[in-house]
């Protein structure tokens, strides 16, 4: 798993982006609120990003079933369920 929080930034590679001009000065700034320099804010932001992307194994199960079910089979249970009167938002 990435380490999300990393206290201390030791470069490895350097590599260019293109950013929106206003998604730039707001990176910028806020760089510059966290006293942290550009690359540690990107470091930190993409592991974040990286990190939220992984499924947990409840979801990935899930998705498992539903794959192995097929994508009517949760309509179909839904319909039940309405039809019974057993939803509630």
Known sequence: MIGVGITSYTPLMKTAVSLPDQL????????????????ELYARALEMFLAAQEADPVTRRLDELADELG??????????????GLWEW
């Open 24 to 39: 730039f000065a707001d990176a910028e700034a806020a760089a510059r609120d966290l006293n942290i320099s550009r690359s």
């Open 71 to 84: 994508t009517s089979a949760g309509a179909e249970a839904g319909r039940r369920l309405i039809e019974k």
